[in-house]
Each structure stands twice: as C-alpha cells, then as structure tokens.
C-alpha cells in the first residue's frame, strides 16, 4: 500500500514557475514508477510526465515537453514536477500516481493522491 500525498500548488502569473511535491509513504517507493497527471475544468484527465522507479527514464506531454521536468528522490520517497513557463492552459489540478510502469495511461497505475491545484493567471 502506498499514499500519496501531493503540494507545491498555488497561484502564479503566466511565464511563472512552481514546483510540486508528492511524497510518498511506505517502504516501497523505489519500486514505483510515478507519473503526473492533471485535470482542468470540464476536460479529461490527461497525463503529463512520468519517470521510472530508478530515475533514469522520464517522459513528457508534447504540451509541457521543455518547460515541465519530473525528479525524484527515492531517499526521501518524493517526487517532483517542476514547472517553469507556466501558460494560463496549464490551469488544473494536479494529481501523483504510482505504479509499475511509467505509462500515459492512468489507469496502468495503481495508487494515485487528492491533487493540488495550480492557477495561472493571465
């Protein structure tokens, strides 16, 4: 069993930048991949990056591919997004997963937490 619990979130102007947080519990945490995903206002939840339990892997979105980097620190059992550029379209709540494998889909994860919302004022 793994909890996630994420934060970092809040309000930036556009061309901004913020980093968030999602730590994790248990002792199994290095044997996750871990993945962001967010959900804006009436849209589909859609992935954004993902990276492997070692940290050698990371894969991004087209939409945040060279502004979004995703990090991880299996001693503190944390993983991180961090978001420069920010764009008002980058406004959601934003949600850490865990799983297997670092896949796009969010249902090839297993654990997932309550979110952080993100606003970016234009």
């Known amino acids: 069993q793994v909890q996630l619990v994420e934060s970092g979130g809040g309000l930036v102007q556009a061309g901004g930048s913020l980093r968030l947080s999602c730590a994790a519990s248990?002792?199994?945490?290095?044997?996750?991949?871990m993945g962001w995903f967010r959900q804006a206002p009436g849209k589909e939840r859609e992935f954004v990056a993902a990276?492997?339990?070692?940290?050698?892997?990371?894969y991004y979105a087209d939409s945040v591919n060279g502004r979004f980097t995703i990090s991880r620190d299996n001693a503190e059992n944390t993983v991180y997004l961090q978001m420069n550029s920010l764009k008002p379209e980058d406004t959601a709540v934003y949600y850490c997963?865990?799983?297997?494998?670092?896949?796009?889909?969010?249902?090839?994860?297993?654990?997932w937490g309550q979110g952080t919302q993100v606003t970016v004022s234009s």
């Open positions: 248990g002792r199994t945490f290095s044997s996750y991949a």
């Open positions: 997963y865990a799983g297997p494998r670092p896949v796009v889909d969010a249902s090839g994860y297993d654990y």
């Open positions: 990276i492997s339990w070692s940290g050698g892997s990371t």
